[in-house]
């Protein structure tokens, strides 16, 4: 596959989910960005917006396996990954799959489960595979979670620990829609939901391709410093308890790759890595607790580090 394929399939997927999706490019864009990076995404918004019918379109338009977990407080870690149970015909033990073995899988209010059901989860992003009873089991190709949150202040809800936000590559709000976007919403789904006649423009084979070709996206000796000097500015920050990570840093990187393939380029700048940043490092970065109080915003401070913190000769072809 070449660049310039990359980034025609990117906008025919665009195009596709936003049949569905009004008016939320970039929350359709940072979602696809997300996929070929190789990443999850963490969709935190009020009820009601559309997190979970993107993540149903999205799936549909790659034409890939979908499932749907509801987060409950009751909700069993087996229930995700699934549990080995007594086969009576074969007489011996099975294991059986739980909904996470499918290409896309919503996490729909992950934060309503309890803390031991969410961490079901960081194998199966992490590592690409579920481990029960001593044995490792494969999860399919592409593995794309999208999981959905409320916000914190929202009843009935356990914040995400900090290892399991590390593993989510950007954290997405769709946000409401202007008048004019929630007007055609309203007028397109008079007669039926437009999901129900949406087809899919790609497979899960030329999404594996994809997510090489942006692996391949040339990246600047230079630019490795930029990004590095962006994680040393947050790990030294006085106001920040927790800093950006290394895995934190390589997921910025290879988002900025697959943001640069999106614009028709083999190469990645300062300014991929500048559009990505925020959704990319705010849920990693957590700020001392007299710095919440006095109303301290983390997306502020990232966008005051891309302003600071000195970019030097970052864009280049050469590898």
Same mark, same amino acid.
């Given at each position: 596959?070449?660049?310039?394929?990359?980034?025609?399939?990117?906008?025919?997927?665009?195009?596709?989910?936003?049949?569905?999706?009004?008016?939320?490019?970039?929350?359709?864009?940072?979602?696809?960005?997300?996929?070929?990076?190789?990443?999850?995404?963490?969709?935190? #918004?009020?009820? /009601? *917006?559309?997190?979970?019918?993107?993540?149903?379109?999205?799936?549909?338009?790659?034409?890939?396996?979908?499932?749907?977990?509801?987060?409950?407080? #009751?909700?069993?870690?087996?229930?995700?990954?699934?549990?080995?149970?007594?086969?009576?015909?074969?007489? =011996?033990? $099975?294991?059986?799959?739980?909904?996470?073995?499918?290409?896309?899988?919503?996490? =729909?209010?992950?934060?309503?489960?309890?803390?031991?059901?969410?961490?079901?989860?960081?194998?199966?992003?992490?590592? /690409?595979?579920?481990?029960? =009873?001593?044995?490792?089991?494969?999860? !399919?190709?592409?593995?794309?979670?999208?999981? &959905?949150?409320?916000?914190?202040?929202?009843?009935? *809800?356990?914040?995400?620990?900090?290892?399991?936000?590390?593993?989510?590559?950007?954290?997405?709000?769709?946000?409401?829609?202007?008048?004019?976007?929630? $007007?055609?919403?309203?007028?397109?789904?008079?007669?039926?939901?437009?999901?129900?006649?949406?087809?899919?423009?790609?497979?899960?084979?030329?999404?594996?391709?994809?997510?090489?070709?942006?692996?391949?996206?040339?990246?600047?000796?230079?630019?490795?410093?930029?990004?590095?000097?962006?994680?040393?500015?947050?790990?030294?920050?006085?106001?920040?308890?927790?800093?950006?990570?290394?895995?934190?840093?390589?997921?910025?990187?290879?988002?900025?790759?697959?943001?640069?393939?999106?614009?028709?380029?083999?190469?990645?700048? !300062?300014? =991929?890595?500048? &559009?990505?940043?925020?959704?990319?490092?705010?849920?990693?970065?957590?700020?001392?607790?007299?710095?919440? *109080?006095? /109303?301290?915003?983390?997306?502020?401070?990232?966008?005051?580090?891309?302003?600071?913190?000195?970019?030097?000769?970052?864009?280049?072809?050469?590898?």
């Amino acid at each position: 596959m070449q660049i310039e394929q990359y980034a025609e399939v990117v906008q025919r997927l665009t195009l596709n989910i936003e049949q569905v999706i009004v008016g939320k490019r970039g929350v359709v864009e940072g979602c696809l960005i997300g996929l070929l990076a190789g990443g999850h995404i963490l969709l935190e #918004d009020v009820p /009601g *917006v559309g997190k979970t019918m993107l993540a149903k379109t999205l799936a549909r338009s790659l034409g890939a396996s979908y499932k749907r977990i509801q987060f409950t407080p #009751d909700l069993l870690p087996s229930d995700v990954t699934g549990t080995v149970v007594f086969d009576q015909t074969g007489g =011996d033990f $099975k294991f059986r799959e739980g909904p996470v073995f499918s290409h896309v899988v919503l996490a =729909d209010e992950i934060n309503r489960a309890s803390p031991k059901t969410q961490s079901a989860l960081l194998e199966c992003m992490e590592e /690409g595979q579920v481990t029960a =009873d001593l044995k490792t089991h494969h999860l !399919p190709e592409p593995f794309f979670v999208i999981a &959905t949150q409320n916000p914190t202040e929202y009843e009935g *809800v356990y914040p995400l620990p900090e290892s399991q936000l590390d593993r989510f590559a950007m954290r997405l709000s769709i946000g409401y829609p202007d008048l004019a976007a929630e $007007k055609a919403l309203m007028q397109q789904q008079r007669l039926q939901h437009p999901i129900e006649t949406l087809q899919s423009v790609t497979d899960v084979g030329e999404i594996q391709a994809m997510q090489a070709v942006a692996r391949s996206v040339s990246v600047h000796d230079n630019l490795y410093d930029y990004v590095l000097r962006l994680a040393q500015a947050t790990r030294t920050h006085r106001q920040l308890m927790l800093g950006l990570s290394p895995r934190g840093s390589l997921t910025l990187v290879r988002a900025s790759q697959a943001l640069a393939g999106a614009r028709g380029r083999d190469y990645a700048t !300062p300014d =991929d890595v500048k &559009t990505v940043a925020v959704p990319v490092l705010s849920h990693r970065l957590i700020a001392h607790p007299e710095a919440r *109080v006095s /109303g301290f915003s983390v997306e502020h401070l990232v966008g005051e580090l891309l302003q600071t913190v000195p970019v030097e000769n970052a864009a280049s072809k050469a590898a």
